[in-house]
């Protein structure tokens, strides 16, 4: 199953659960994904992983800033938001097994 398949078959899941902030952050990752193949280029499985990075460090960054000025509320949905876009990344490898 291609990654735009499994993103569609969870937007359709958070939709029948009512999982409003779970959805919001499927659906950036759909519209990223649409954005890409819309560009031209042709979408590999290496620049999806690479765009899913990219949408994980906006969070993150996000979430920083929100943190600095005093608005947990809005680095807790940045937050849960990246840990959402975390799940689709490949699981990265450990010390370990890079020795």
């Known amino acids: ?3 735009v398949e499994i993103v569609n078959a ?3 899941s958070a939709m029948l659960g009512r999982e409003k902030e779970k959805l919001e952050a499927i659906r950036a990752i759909k519209a990223a994904l649409l954005l890409a193949q819309t560009s031209g280029e042709p979408v590999t499985a290496e620049s999806e992983v690479k765009l899913l990075q990219k949408l994980l460090k906006q969070r993150k960054d996000a979430a920083e800033i ?3 000025q005093n608005r947990s509320d809005l680095a807790e949905t940045e937050i849960f938001q990246a840990g959402i876009i ?8 450990n010390n370990d097994d890079i020795e």
Do not use: R
Request: proline share 6%; glycine share 0%; charged share 25%.
């Open 66 to 68: 929100y943190t600095s």
């Open 86 to 93: 975390q799940k689709y990344l490949p699981e990265m490898m």
């Open 1 to 3: 199953m291609s990654l």
């Open 10 to 12: 969870d937007i359709k």
